[in-house]
Nanobody
Framework: QVQLVESGGGLVQAGGSLRLSCAAS????????MGWFRQTPGTERELVGA????????DFKDSMKGRFTISRDNAKNTVYLQMISLKPEDAAVYYC????????????????WGQGTQVTVSS
């Protein structure tokens, strides 16, 4: 059974940093593309970014460029989302997702999703 478990969320002041982790189990991690989405109440999930099996990273939206970084450690079956210079508008539940195909991850149509971790940014 595939499990994706996010951690690292919490309350941070504007301008602060957080590193989210997503630990995967039940799958051959190195064979999967991974991604991060975020969602606020009443809105659809928004792609934050994705990383291919080989470590290639999709472009971030302009609002996140230069502040967010995705990386993966195949030895630890973990994908990370490093966020710096956080803004109140970054507050959301952040979800980890996995699929064999990067395009599927980017489209938000992955088969596997975590339960999410809350990020709150105080102004």
């Amino acid at each position: 059974q595939v499990q994706l478990v996010e951690s690292g969320g919490g309350l941070v002041q504007a301008g602060g940093s957080l590193r989210l982790s997503c630990a995967a189990s039940g799958l051959t991690f190195s064979a999967y593309a991974m991604g991060w989405f975020r969602q606020t109440p009443g809105t659809e999930r928004e792609l934050v970014g994705a990383i291919s099996r080989s470590g290639g990273v999709t472009d971030f939206k302009d609002s996140m460029k230069g502040r967010f970084t995705i990386s993966r450690d195949n030895a630890k079956n973990t994908v990370y989302l490093q966020m710096i210079s956080l803004k109140p508008e970054d507050a959301a539940v952040y979800y980890c997702t996995a699929d064999l195909f990067l395009s599927t991850v980017e489209a938000g149509k992955s088969r596997h999703w975590g339960q999410g971790t809350q990020v709150t940014v105080s102004s």
